[in-house]
Structure formats: C-alpha cells, structure tokens
T-cell receptor
Framework: DTAVSQTPKYLVTQMGNDKSIKCEQN?????MYWYKQDSKKFLKIMFS???????INETVPNRFSPKSPDKAHLNLHINSLELGDSAVYFC?????????????FGSGTRLTVV | GQQVMQIPQYQHVQEGEDFTTYCNSS?????IQWYKQRPGGHPVFLIQ?????EVKKQKRLTFQFGEAKKNSSLHITATQTTDVGTYFC??????????FGTGTRLTIIP
C-alpha cells in the first residue's frame, strides 16, 4: 500500500492553463504539506494543513490554491500556469507534534509548462 | 533570519571512499533531520537528532549533532553505488514547518 500517493506523476501543459494535483495519505497523519523542488534541487515548503486547516502559507502566488476536503487529502490547484511553475511538486505528511518519524513524501509530480 | 548552509553542494567519490556532508546553522536548532533522495525519487527520512552532541549510526552511516546544536554531519563509510543521491538536512523551530538545507549531491565513480 502506498503511504502517500500523488497524481498525476507527470503533467505537461501550456502556459495559461489551470491544473490540479491530488494527494492522499493512508497513514492517519494529521498534517499534510506541499513542497516545490526546482531544477537545482532546492526543496521549499509551500503550504501546510493540519486537520483540514491551513497553518502554513509561504509566500506563494495566489494562483496556487490548496484544498483539503479531509485530513487524508490535500490537493493543489494552480491557475494561469507560467513557465516558472515548472518543477517537481511533492506532497508530504507527518503525525502532528511527533518529529521522530520525519515526514513521509509522495513520489512527486513533475510539472512542465511549455 | 534562520539560515542553514549545507556543504559541499556536490561530491564525487570513488566507490569505497568515505563521504561527509555538513549542515551549519546561524542559530541554535531544536532538532535536525536527515533525508536521502535518490535520482528521480523522493526524499526519504533517515534519522532525527535531538540532543546536544548526539551520535547515531545506521550501518555505514554516522550522524552527529554538534554540542552547540548549530551544526550536524552525515558520514558514510566505504561508499557503495547504492549511496548515490542527494542528502538533505532539515530542521524546524518548534512549529510544523520543516525547512530543508540546500542538499549535497553524491555521485559514485565505480
């Protein structure tokens, strides 16, 4: 069973389009995250949700809108895609307040905007 | 603001040689985690260090947390081709936000 699953794995789309990435975790974790990894491998947090509530919102353009219908799901919708949005987007989850087990990451969604 | 530098950015070693990556912070850290990301893969949690001066081992990997809790290192003894990947330190300051270091990309020359 995949612990944190993201779909799609690859996404190629044109500038100006709107797209969504879905994430689901079956670990019973309370907290979920979206990270962006650029071509230089830098990993930056974008959003964090705890039990469906937004708790971290880094300086991300408001074209990016996360949605958490329940604590097992955290989706990311991106409007008016730009070339600079091309990156790998990782979803992750963790049990709240328990740092010993680290974050569990999904396999990533490679977004290419052309 | 809090800054964490990870060095080196790249490291190429002959198979069988040792490898070390370092994480240095400008402020005291409450804890530090280490992750490994294989090429084309996703970050995988390796370990967490919490105590000042803590040393933990996982087979050929040795993790250290500095006495002042401002630096940490990951040392791999006798590297193997399976060690290829990018190694990240990561830390938080008591909130849910885990911040990653810049990573060290390890390549192995067989």
């Amino acid at each position: 069973d995949t612990a944190v699953s993201q779909t799609p794995k690859y996404l190629v789309t044109q500038m100006g389009n709107d797209k969504s990435i879905k994430c689901e975790q079956n670990l019973g974790h309370d907290t979920m995250y979206w990270y962006k990894q650029d071509s230089k491998k830098f990993l930056k947090i974008m959003f964090s949700y705890n039990n469906k509530e937004l708790i971290i919102n880094e300086t991300v353009p408001n074209r990016f809108s996360p949605k958490s219908p329940d604590k097992a799901h955290l989706n990311l919708h991106i409007n008016s895609l730009e070339l600079g949005d091309s990156a790998v987007y990782f979803c992750a989850s963790s049990p709240q307040g328990n740092w010993n087990y680290g974050y569990t990451f999904g396999s990533g969604t490679r977004l290419t905007v052309v | 603001g809090q800054q964490v530098m990870q060095i080196p950015q790249y490291q190429h070693v002959q198979e069988g040689e040792d490898f070390t990556t370092y994480c240095n912070s400008s402020t005291t850290l409450s804890n530090i985690q280490w992750y490994k990301q294989r090429p084309g893969g996703h970050p995988v949690f390796l370990i967490q260090l919490v105590k000042s001066g803590e040393v933990k081992k996982q087979k050929r990997l040795t993790f250290q947390f500095g006495e002042a809790k401002k630096n940490s290192s990951l040392h791999i003894t006798a590297t193997q081709t399976t060690d290829v990947g990018t190694y990240f330190c990561a830390f938080n300051f008591g909130n849910e936000k885990l911040t990653f270091g810049t990573g060290t990309r390890l390549t192995i020359i067989p």
